[in-house]
């Protein structure tokens, strides 16, 4: 009967712990087996993600064996690693299905580990799918380098600023070396590099330019590198968009309004870097401030553009604080810039930020405005904007309801706070890099009451209405 075994004569790799051979197991002759020398008050339970599930975007361990000084971990052979493909060259389709492999890979992990040392030599082509391994190196690693400060226990070039300043890795610390492996695809070069006095100062502070090319993309990499955690996507939203930025259609808007959205996103996003770098609670929601404004001026610019193009009549004015007015025959549609909000102890979810968007009929003051909510309400501490409306607990007012309301108001509507405000539309969450039903919505509604038809609405709520599940 055939054994596990393997070569030490055929070595395939090497790493920082450890170094990877041909191998041979009861059902194959084509495995690698990963050495691993032994460390003080290390165990073979820190090498093996505990209970993670089987799936073609994750590299299993076959076998497991020690001996006096090592550890050996034994694994499908794979045809070749990322680094291997990228070093050959990489093609902008090619990219894209990379990329969501690794979405894939991150999202079945996510409930059950964070790697902590993702790049590409541990992303493998593996049965026709790209597949992440080493998910106990990681964890392997720290346990090693513990003690010692002069090691690292991740890879400098993708290490997220959270590591940097040695706290707790979560999934987000992943998206972010999910978004450096990105930039390093889509661009041809890292975001950022150096010796590691220069990496560490890059990393917490130095927030790279925005790729060029397709939109939908420079932004997903641009999320994924935010310096605050709780603003990079989840790793589900991820394969979502990268399937939506594979068929980017052509922008609407010309290259000078392109250019002067991603200025803007430039800018914000170098905000929030500067406002990553102390730890308080305090500055963790300044930071979380600045993260939300990017996708803020995203929305409102999707909209003006859509209406500008569509409407060239319509007369757009801008205010200092971010926010635009458009008027059009009758109507008027305000967007308010970002306010920030401080949080409230008497609600399970937490409010970073807040805006709203306002129809009016200038003729006949009627109005309809929603709210705009940075805010926690799928996940804890993970942060997207939504849109919501509210109304009046007895009564509702047909003429101007669904209405916004302050955070400090509407989360009480949330709650199910007896007396206080009800919830009127939504909760919708809005997805930056997707925002087409957010704009079809309120560019139909403003072209009626430009039209003299202001949509006066029969009955409240309109439509479904989804409050969130999670409590504390």
Known sequence: MTTWGWDS??????????????AYGPDSDQLAAKVVPKAKGTTREQLIAQDAPSSPHVVPILQIEETTDSFILYMPRAEYSLRQKMNAGVGAGEAIAILTDLAEALNVIAPFVVHRDIKPENVLFLDGSWALCDFGIARYAEAVTAGDTSKFSFTPEYAAPEQWRYEHATAATDVYAFGVIAHELLAGQRPFNGQLDALRAQHLNVVPDLLPGGRKLAWIVGECLSKAPGARPAAGNLID?????????????????????SAVLQAAATEQAAAEAARTERERREALAQSCRSGYAALIEELVEFIADSAPSTAVSRSRDGGVTLTLGDARLVITG???????ESSPFDV?????IRLDDIRR???????????DF??????????LGFMQGFGPDFENEPRAAQPGEGLGALDGVFGGLGLAYGVIPLDI??????????????????????????????????RPRRRR
Do not use: C
């Open 9 to 22: 004569g055929k070595p395939l790799g090497s790493g920082t712990f450890g170094k990877v051979y041909a």
């Open 433 to 466: 890099g997707d925002l087409d039903r957010f704009v079809d919505f309120w560019a139909e509604r403003f072209g009626q009451a430009a039209s003299g038809h202001f949509p006066r609405l029969s009955q409240l709520p309109d439509g479904a209405t989804n």
């Open 378 to 387: 799928e996940a804890e501490r993970s942060y997207s904007w939504y849109e």
């Open 338 to 344: 970002v306010s920030d909000f401080s949080g409230s």
């Open 352 to 356: 970073i930020a807040y805006g709203h």
């Open 241 to 261: 968009r990268l399937q939506r930025a594979g068929v980017e259609a052509a922008t609407r808007g010309g290259s000078a309004l392109a250019a002067a959205q």
């Open 365 to 375: 003051t009627r109005s309809r405005s929603h709210s705009f909510y940075f805010a």
